[in-house]
């Protein structure tokens, strides 16, 4: 969709039909590669949520909200050409003590790392290996006995469980499916008060695991179409107490699957999006009580808003970003206001937020773009006055990220371009300003 308005560098102020409740996306920096994984939580065990993001750099990155901006720094790297595949914050050995842990895409072995902040520095421990490349981790109390353990699920076809013992970590193999595991969740879909753990697999199946007291049981949840499932969230999504399961699919889609008392049923979410759904999460992400569906795709970088209303799944496009690795909802600006996080394949770690009063009464951040879409120019570029403070690098890109023109505050005459899709850029003194995609001059 496209949206006419003010153009402002940094900031969009929306048309006034559009400017009560709309999405903002704010771009908090980048890693040396694709970011691969996002969670918010107390990392420093501090009682402050930060955003942490593993890396395809071998890095996990923590951003912290001062404020005013977005301040990134590094964790801990896993080692030369590892690639950081995926994060979890929590208090993982059971000792209230909240830890960052992180796996790796190392060949034989992947590896399991955990952070740990002692006073201004992180320690670096291993937990273990897995016989094969990580996709992820997860914390949970998979058995149902309020134990924390980690839940890793492997390229080997395994899914992994690692206690700690009070000495040291423990593996225990919980079963494989007939694919590469890839996601892993924890939750009580069957809505009996049993936490059970969840795993999807490059199979398209979601698998179902249960703790009977000794041994890990495995039966299958349900699957999707086109051979690759690889989201997975369990939670409430149709805001009706109910846990679900949820799973996006390389279909385009995304799946629920509820447990009726003797079956799994599968139900479509939504309409069908734009590419590969491989990012689900769940929560009330409009901050009005109302638990929905969001999922990101990894082409054409969509992420969508599915609300279960009056007895049918409305779908909402909120964002045209980059392609997805990951999307997580949280407080990660510590002010008790939730939002959404994507790990980027362009390297960069995004947060978008719902205004519901309009974009301009949201704290100010180093950037935001549109969510509705690009913004319509004809002949006149307007960057406010307020963007002085901006080097003078500001200039006008087009398709290609060939230099137009440069920009300055006021009006800035565009009526000699040629109609076609261009890029606002700048930089301001010790922040990085993201550009404004997709300026569409029109005639």
């Given at each position: 969709m496209l949206t006419a308005g003010i153009l402002v560098l940094g900031l969009?102020?929306?048309?006034?039909?559009?400017?009560?409740?709309d999405w903002v996306s704010v771009d908090m920096g980048s890693g040396g590669n694709n970011m691969t994984g996002v969670c918010i939580g107390p990392g420093r065990n501090d009682g402050l949520n930060r955003?942490?993001?593993?890396?395809?750099?071998?890095?996990?990155?923590?951003?912290?909200?001062?404020?005013?901006a977005w301040l990134k720094a590094e964790v801990g790297a896993a080692g030369a050409n590892r690639g950081m595949t995926s994060v979890a914050v929590g208090a993982a050995r059971n000792d209230g003590v909240n830890r960052v842990y992180a796996t790796d895409y190392g060949l034989n072995p992947g590896y399991v790392w955990e952070f740990s902040r002692v006073g201004s520095v992180w320690q670096k421990s291993q937990v273990g290996t897995c016989p094969?490349?990580?996709?992820?981790?997860?914390?949970?109390?998979?058995?149902?006995?309020?134990?924390?353990?980690?839940?890793?699920?492997?390229?080997?076809?395994?899914?992994?469980?690692?206690?700690?013992?009070?000495?040291?970590?423990?593996?225990?193999?919980?079963?494989?499916?007939?694919?590469?595991?890839?996601?892993?969740?924890?939750?009580?879909?069957?809505?009996?008060?049993?936490?059970?753990v969840y795993a999807s697999n490059t199979d398209n199946y979601i698998y179902e695991f249960t703790w009977n007291g000794s041994t890990w049981q495995m039966q299958t949840v349900g699957k999707g179409n086109a051979g690759y499932m690889s989201a997975?969230?369990?939670?409430?999504?149709?805001n009706d107490g109910i846990q679900r399961v949820y799973g996006g699919d390389w279909d385009y889609?995304?799946?629920?699957?509820?447990?009726?008392?003797?079956?799994?049923?599968?139900?479509?979410?939504?309409?069908?999006?734009?590419?590969?759904?491989?990012?689900?999460?769940?929560?009330?992400?409009?901050n009005d009580?109302?638990?929905?569906?969001?999922?990101?795709?990894?082409?054409?970088?969509?992420?969508?808003?599915?609300?279960?209303?009056?007895?049918?799944?409305?779908?909402?496009?909120?964002?045209?970003?980059?392609?997805?690795?990951?999307?997580?909802?949280?407080?990660?600006?510590?002010?008790?206001?939730?939002?959404?996080?994507?790990?980027?394949?362009?390297?960069?770690?995004?947060?978008?937020?719902?205004?519901?009063?309009?974009?301009?009464?949201?704290?100010?951040?180093?950037?935001?773009?549109?969510?509705?879409?690009?913004?319509?120019?004809?002949?006149?570029?307007?960057?406010?006055?307020?963007?002085?403070?901006?080097?003078?690098?500001?200039?006008?890109?087009?398709?290609?990220g060939r230099r137009v023109m440069p920009l300055q505050p006021g009006c800035n005459d565009v009526s000699a371009l040629a109609p076609g899709v261009y890029f606002v850029r700048g930089a301001e003194e010790g922040r990085r300003v993201n550009t404004v995609r997709k300026v569409i001059v029109q005639r």
């Amino acid at each position: 969709m496209l949206t006419a308005g003010i153009l402002v560098l940094g900031l969009v102020f929306l048309t006034p039909s559009l400017a009560s409740g709309d999405w903002v996306s704010v771009d908090m920096g980048s890693g040396g590669n694709n970011m691969t994984g996002v969670c918010i939580g107390p990392g420093r065990n501090d009682g402050l949520n930060r955003v942490y993001g593993s890396n395809n750099d071998d890095r996990i990155w923590e951003f912290s909200w001062d404020g005013s901006a977005w301040l990134k720094a590094e964790v801990g790297a896993a080692g030369a050409n590892r690639g950081m595949t995926s994060v979890a914050v929590g208090a993982a050995r059971n000792d209230g003590v909240n830890r960052v842990y992180a796996t790796d895409y190392g060949l034989n072995p992947g590896y399991v790392w955990e952070f740990s902040r002692v006073g201004s520095v992180w320690q670096k421990s291993q937990v273990g290996t897995c016989p094969r490349e990580i996709n992820e981790v997860t914390i949970g109390a998979g058995r149902n006995d309020d134990t924390l353990r980690l839940y890793v699920a492997c390229l080997d076809y395994h899914l992994y469980e690692f206690s700690w013992t009070g000495s040291n970590w423990t593996r225990l193999d919980m079963g494989a499916g007939t694919g590469n595991m890839i996601r892993v969740a924890v939750g009580t879909a069957r809505n009996d008060g049993v936490r059970r753990v969840y795993a999807s697999n490059t199979d398209n199946y979601i698998y179902e695991f249960t703790w009977n007291g000794s041994t890990w049981q495995m039966q299958t949840v349900g699957k999707g179409n086109a051979g690759y499932m690889s989201a997975l969230a369990v939670g409430a999504g149709r805001n009706d107490g109910i846990q679900r399961v949820y799973g996006g699919d390389w279909d385009y889609r995304a799946y629920e699957f509820t447990w009726t008392g003797t079956t799994w049923v599968r139900d479509t979410v939504g309409i069908k999006g734009r590419g590969d759904m491989n990012a689900i999460t769940i929560g009330p992400g409009r901050n009005d009580g109302v638990s929905r569906v969001y999922g990101a795709t990894r082409t054409w970088g969509y992420v969508y808003e599915f609300s279960y209303e009056g007895g049918g799944w409305v779908t909402d496009t909120i964002w045209d970003g980059p392609d997805a690795i990951e999307l997580r909802l949280g407080d990660g600006r510590n002010d008790g206001v939730l939002r959404l996080y994507e790990a980027g394949f362009d390297y960069h770690m995004y947060e978008i937020s719902y205004a519901s009063t309009g974009v301009a009464e949201l704290p100010r951040a180093e950037v935001r773009t549109p969510a509705l879409g690009p913004t319509i120019i004809r002949n006149i570029l307007n960057l406010p006055l307020g963007t002085d403070k901006l080097q003078s690098d500001i200039a006008l890109l087009d398709a290609t990220g060939r230099r137009v023109m440069p920009l300055q505050p006021g009006c800035n005459d565009v009526s000699a371009l040629a109609p076609g899709v261009y890029f606002v850029r700048g930089a301001e003194e010790g922040r990085r300003v993201n550009t404004v995609r997709k300026v569409i001059v029109q005639r």
